[in-house]
């Protein structure tokens, strides 16, 4: 099939941009003496985490439990559940460990980590669990400076069967519109605030292996991974709007698009309206905040993905309409009502959350493969 | 099982909520004196559709083909995909039409007009179209205005074996922060463009049986029906903090909300975080625009969907992370780590479509029942 005759909107994985997405975070974590965790919160597919993994490494991340079973009933063993999991969680944890032996989780508290200690001891479960560090993002984690309440918390994990895995962070603020150098800085941050805890813990006595840090901007622009045992990112896989505008990547690595066809024509308004809303683009706009690379809810191209209509974005979405608007002429002509267009989004991982599998090209218009991905959370 | 013992998150639906709201919809259009066609975009279950459909009338809107063949797959027959429809779709309507004969769609222009008479002619197949007519949503739809194009469009139709079905139009407009009675002059605008354009058709000989109109801002304020055959709604059976800030409902109404787990706390920072984060809750922030209503990603109550901690919201979200924060003192101690809170969401349409099902309540802890969802487009 074609990407002509396939229903739309659905979402297309160019499979080149992607491998070739992969393969440079791969060598770049090798050539900085890391291993790369890839982070499969985006892609949630068996096919592309076979591109994204480094098999000298093998281990995963997981922004949802749902996802983990998945990984464990792909084959994976290491998969890092890298979100603090509430008490609540520990039994489907347990459950899931039978699978995935090497499965993880963060936490980031004196409650959490009594809750994980208690329900180790009861159960004889050997929980694994990574403390986690805010490093300044401001979202979860332990305090950069609060060596104290990292030692309390490590050392109430110490009961066996608990494993310490060691200390996580992710420099969230690193997504902010910054210069390349403040993002080399951000960088250094998250390095410097998670190997400083390591070797606090180390200097306490406490064993602490693992030394986990990344995201996408400071996994690219990082100077060093000193101290840290692995890098996790992930949006890199796919790339969308946001990445390229921050200079992540480039708008070239863009792996990830919505296929959309033309519904109708407004000449009178100068408006052509597709079949891709705000559920199948999401109504991410973060974009927004990047003044003259603001894409609205999405860059509009060609079926091929080629930038063939300029800075054509979608502007407005209803549930089920997006709307193209600019005040050049529109491409009537060329976009005929039942025309296939290609639509970047701003923000990979929420837009490919609207489907359950993906149309795979290899840049040009036959639909080379079809791959399947999970969602949800039960 | 329990509210307090269900994975998180999930979307629950309080089921005397969704009734009271069905009913009082059903009624109000009884009253009116026309006919209540539920637009099930939103909720888009079987299991909601047995309490949104007046038995009286019996038809059904869909926003997409996928949730046209669900409806077809659980027995209805009159389907309006109320959406203007590619000429690339219409074998797959055609196709869809052997399992609900009175499947319709809409069209808006001269060209798709004769894409539909030209298929239908070649393939034998009755088409059953409406015109859509733009009211001032300024989205799709012939201009109200434009007379001689929606002669055009209905002469092109004529041929057997179309059928026409009639003229329709939403007015997306409504769905602005107005007053009641402004709100209540888009209604009479909404009528008075389909109606007219009715009258306009019949007095050029063209039967027109259909006329259709509405949205849950129009069809709640509306002061009159003359000339509609049907009501199109849908976000009431839901209800939002959006509908409700706008005056179509009352907060007590909401019957979708988001159930979530407390899984960090920041006592430094005074926020708490949930498991609930962007692709539960959505990204939509349609209440940034209402002032003092903004609530901005969600209202938080307490796991009974009571409003326990007054205007808590969850102000910043990740992908898996959503973040309560206030200038108030936080409810630490009332939400302790792996509490269960709802969020009500700003657009119930979005949030409902990140879950496959919903758990229902009859306002208590009890899980009553699950009922299941259709989602995404192929």
Redesign the interface.
């Known amino acids: 099939m074609r990407l002509a005759d396939a ?4 979402a297309v994985l160019d499979r080149g941009r992607l491998q070739a997405n992969c393969e440079r975070m791969i060598a770049r974590a090798r050539a900085m003496g890391t291993r790369l965790r890839p982070h499969m ?1 985006t892609l949630k597919s068996a096919e592309a985490a076979k591109l994204a993994v480094d098999p000298l490494h093998g281990g995963v991340a997981a ?3 749902n996802e983990a079973e998945y990984w464990a009933g792909h084959g994976y063993d290491d998969i890092q559940y890298a ?7 520990l039994p ?1 944890i347990a459950e899931l460990m039978r699978r995935a032996s090497r499965l993880s989780f963060f936490l ?2 004196v ?2 980590a009594r ?1 994980v200690a208690d329900f180790a001891q009861a159960e004889g479960v050997p929980l694994r669990v990574w403390i986690e560090l805010d490093c300044g993002g ?3 984690g332990v ?1 950069a400076d609060d060596h104290a309440a990292l030692l309390e918390i490590a050392r109430l994990l110490d009961p066996s069967p608990v494993v310490f895995e060691g200390v996580a962070t992710h420099a ?1 603020q690193s997504y902010g519109d910054h210069p390349i150098e403040a993002i080399a800085a951000v960088a250094e941050t998250e390095r410097s605030v998670v190997a400083g805890a390591a070797q606090a813990l180390r200097e306490a006595g406490i064993e602490t292996r693992g030394v986990s840090a990344g995201s996408t901007p400071t996994a690219t622009h990082g100077r060093s991974a000193e101290g840290l045992t692995e890098w996790r990112a992930g949006v890199y896989m796919a790339g969308d709007l946001y990445q390229a505008s921050i200079g992540s990547q480039s708008m070239d690595d863009m792996a990830l698009s919505v296929l959309a ?6 000449r ?2 100068n408006q052509i ?1 597709v ?1 891709a809303g ?3 683009l ?4 973060s974009t927004s905040s990047l003044a003259e690379r603001d894409f609205g809810y999405g860059l509009v191209t060609d079926v091929l993905g080629r930038r063939a209509f300029g800075r054509l974005c979608i502007v407005e979405t ?4 997006g ?1 193209m608007r600019s005040a050049e002429p529109m491409p009537f002509d060329a976009l ?3 025309a296939r267009v290609r639509i970047y989004p701003n ?1 990979a ?2 837009t490919a ?4 599998g993906y149309l795979v090209t290899d840049g040009g218009e036959e639909i080379v493969d079809r791959w399947g991905r999970t ?4």
């Open positions: 229903p739309t909107p659905a919160k922004s949802t439990l979100v603090c999991a509430s008490p609540d969680k489907r980031d508290s409650e959490a809750a401001r979202r979860t305090a969230g066809t033309v519904i109708a024509h407004d009178a308004r309206t079949d705000g559920l199948a999401s109504k991410d706009r209803h549930q089920e309409h709307i005929p009502l039942g923000h991982c929420m959350a609207a489907y359950d969602n949800g959370w039960s």
